[in-house]
């Protein structure tokens, strides 16, 4: 879902990625994929359900949940957690009556973070691992990778308070400073001044926690922090360098700017590779509070979708590594052909809050979203030009029934070239009894395409979580997805199939069934 073309997909990967990390007891990852969720996606219905998570999350990791090993004088302290995933997936689909395609997949994976930290008067150290095992219990198709381990990070942090100064050495992930997430490297920061911080990062950049890092991709990033700039401004200035295959790859200079009011809060950020002369990403957010019942928001914003660099060249070739294009392209084409590779789009969107009353509130959200088309090239076909649409409303609860419950209601109206997709849904979180969680929820939709056909889906899930004594979750969940979809026919189908009888409508359905049961123990 994160590399679909599609942007409206792109929201959905990020929170169930996110939540993915939170289940599995990774609280940091998961607030750094909520944060990248409400930096990317403001103009998103499901904007104010992951604050909330974000919000209850953060609160959460402010509690101790570690204990000491030894007694309390002693400078060690160790923490951790130990988890197991199990799910299955059962999934079918039959076009005209014939079964395209049935999967039946189990899998378990295992989880372990482990951490200690030794403060000593001077300095401190903590040293940090998670990783894991992923078990295919079934019989696994070609793209689907078979068992292995996985290491998400692994690193050791000296931090001096004194000086302010910091190194972080291992794996380890960042979305600031023109970094793109995980990587193997180093990373310095040290307080020149009371109110400015110079941080210098380099290392290897890694694709997935399954994989080792890329040799390849070589890179070298300086940046600045500024706190309280001009009055209540903070600013970030940053330089990025990488090489891939002994060629630039990335050359990029950026920006990132916050101002803070009484009343309001805008962020403005803009990242250009100086190689390619291209935006790779300008965004401008706003947001107000007129009073304690309307909230709104503004955003506009610039990017370039994949995000502009040479291994873009690589899309739609027969090769794996800027080493195999080298030996028929030069460095001047393959730049060509990555930029051929790469949309440019412009998104604006706004949304409007009204709070209803204590527990009532409504949410108005519109998006405009244009991506201009590719350019074909090496025998790629160009991706086409479209415009989406993107509206919702959204009534949002709490403490309908019992303290704490969250219940939303929402409809959204999504329109591209494609087609049209009507959805309503229900989401409804609430405590029940001392220790459950409970949270059912189903999404109805109608897509309407004069090209693809009609559809409905039907996705219902629940979703229940048990606590006991605080430091032991148990997690279970099904979830399903049900869809019916009715092509026009067209002769060219039957006469390429003589088994299709010729008749005016072609039907597709898809069954889809969903279990996950996690056990998790903090100590």
Same mark, same amino acid.
């Not at 803070?260 to 962020?267: K, T, V």
């Given at each position: ?111 372990? #973070? ?79 001044? #009371? ?11 890694? #694709? ?64 250009? #590779? ?250």
């Amino acid at each position: 879902l994160l590399e679909n073309s599609n942007v409206s997909s792109h929201a959905q990967a990020l929170e169930y990625l996110a939540l993915a990390y939170q289940m599995s007891g990774r609280p940091k990852l998961a607030a750094e994929r909520y944060g990248t969720w409400l930096q990317r996606f403001a103009d998103n219905a499901d904007r104010q359900r992951i604050q909330q998570r974000l919000d209850t999350l953060l609160a959460s990791e402010q509690e101790p949940r570690g204990r000491t090993i030894s007694n309390s004088k002693s400078p060690w302290h160790f923490f951790g957690s130990l988890s197991q995933d199990i799910w299955y997936q059962s999934v079918n689909s039959e076009f005209a009556d014939t079964e395209l395609d049935a999967i039946d997949r189990t899998a378990l994976v295992t989880y372990a #973070d482990m951490g200690a930290e030794y403060q000593a008067d001077l300095y401190s150290v903590r040293s940090f691992v998670s990783a894991g095992y992923q078990n295919m219990l079934s019989t696994p198709r070609d793209d689907v990778r078979d068992d292995e381990p996985f290491v998400r990070r692994a690193y050791i942090e000296i931090s001096q308070p004194d000086n302010g100064m910091q190194l972080k050495i291992g794996r380890q992930s960042l979305y600031n400073d023109g970094i793109m997430g995980l990587f193997d490297g180093a990373r310095g920061s040290w307080s020149a001044l #009371d109110a400015v911080r110079v941080n210098v990062t380099a290392g290897l950049s890694v #694709d997935n926690p399954h994989y080792a890092s890329d040799t390849q991709r070589q890179f070298v990033g300086l940046s600045t922090d500024i706190d309280d700039i001009i009055g209540t401004v903070d600013a970030n200035f940053y330089t990025h360098l990488q090489q891939t295959g002994g060629i630039w790859d990335r050359q990029a200079i950026g920006t990132r700017w916050r101002w803070r009011g009484e009343w309001w809060h805008s962020i403005a950020l803009l990242d250009y #590779d100086v190689s390619y002369n291209v935006i790779n990403n300008a965004l401008f957010n706003l947001s107000a509070r007129f009073s304690k019942r309307w909230h709104a928001y503004a955003r506009f914003q610039l990017y370039a979708m994949p995000f502009i660099s040479t291994t873009n060249a690589l899309i739609g070739q027969p090769v794996a590594t800027i080493d195999q294009l080298l030996q028929t392209y030069s460095d001047a084409q393959l730049r060509t052909l990555a930029r051929n590779r790469t949309s440019d789009v412009q998104h604006m969107s706004a949304g409007l809050t009204r709070t209803l009353s204590p527990r009532w509130s409504v949410q108005l959200v519109t998006a405009f979203t244009d991506i201009d088309s590719s350019v074909s090239s090496a025998n790629v076909v160009a991706l086409p030009a479209t415009t989406q649409i993107d509206t919702s409303i959204s009534l949002m609860g709490s403490s309908i029934v019992r303290a704490s419950d969250a219940l939303i209601l929402s409809y959204r109206l999504f329109s591209d070239y494609r087609a049209d997709t009507h959805t309503a849904k229900i989401d409804w979180r609430f405590p029940f009894a001392e220790k459950f969680r409970l949270n059912p929820r189903v999404a109805v939709s109608n897509r309407s395409s004069s090209l693809q056909g009609d559809q409905v889906i039907i996705e219902p899930g629940l979703r229940i979580t048990y606590l006991w004594n605080r430091r032991y979750q148990l997690n279970f969940e099904v979830s399903g997805r049900w869809s019916d979809r009715t092509l026009p026919f067209t002769e060219p189908l039957s006469l390429r199939d003589p088994s299709f009888e010729a008749s005016g409508e072609l039907t597709e359905t898809n069954q889809e069934i969903f279990f996950y049961l996690q056990w998790r123990a903090d100590f």
